[in-house]
């Protein structure tokens, strides 16, 4: 049993707001339960699609919200407005940089190239021993099924080591995700790319 206490998960997520209402139900039951668990959400600060759901589901219950996007994001209107705190960057890169600093552990949610891009980005840190907290990929209804078939076959073909295989872990709900968080030992260590 680990228990351990996270003060920050940064989530990885869509911002399009013509999705299943499944996938905003599932984002708003896990800001949900981070803010019951004491965690804040450190998101994109989206102001639409499931970055406004997670982030909604945690101030609703009393949590706090820090999202990080970019400037001219901000100046397109595309920012959340009643966020904890709202950091401000010069660019996408910074923006990325600034929320994996911040996590203490990342859960990325279904989501398009842009969420794709973080989620293969953070694993390659982790394989490559920059980046050393636990990621879960909540795999709503299935989503993330076809990229898990691919990481795979990444595997099976010699492009990844099996051994990387445990560098993220799966959760099929929010509540999942977060005990997994919560009581399991994710701490492990990775072995070496090369």
């Known amino acids: 049993m680990n228990t351990k206490t996270y003060n920050h998960i940064t989530v990885f997520c869509a911002s399009s707001a013509r999705i299943n209402q499944e996938?905003?139900?599932a984002a708003y039951r896990l800001g949900t339960l981070m803010a019951m668990n004491g965690i804040a959400c450190v998101c994109g600060a989206g102001n639409c699609g499931l970055m406004?759901?997670?982030?909604?589901?945690?101030l609703d219950n009393g949590g706090r919200a820090i999202g990080v996007i970019p400037?001219?994001?901000?100046?397109n209107g595309w920012c959340h407005p009643q966020l904890t705190e709202t950091i401000v960057t010069e660019d996408m890169h910074q923006r990325k940089e600034t929320m994996n600093n911040l996590?203490?552990?990342?859960?990325a949610l279904p989501g398009g190239c842009g969420t794709l891009e973080e989620l293969l980005e953070i694993i390659t840190w982790r394989q490559l021993g920059i980046f050393h907290k636990p990621i879960v990929i909540l795999n709503t209804n299935g989503?993330?099924?076809?990229?898990?078939?691919m990481l795979q076959h990444c595997i099976d073909e010699q492009f990844m080591k099996e051994s990387h295989s445990s560098l993220w872990f799966v959760a099929n709900?929010?509540?999942e995700a977060i005990e997994k968080?919560?009581?399991?030992d994710l701490e492990i260590e990775i072995e070496s790319k090369y």
């Open 173 to 175: 709900t929010p509540e």
């Open 23 to 25: 996938y905003n139900d």
């Open 181 to 184: 968080l919560l009581n399991t």
């Open 143 to 149: 989503y993330y099924d076809h990229l898990l078939k």
């Open 103 to 107: 996590a203490d552990a990342i859960i």
């Open 71 to 75: 400037r001219f994001m901000v100046d």
């Open 52 to 58: 406004r759901s997670v982030a909604d589901g945690c």
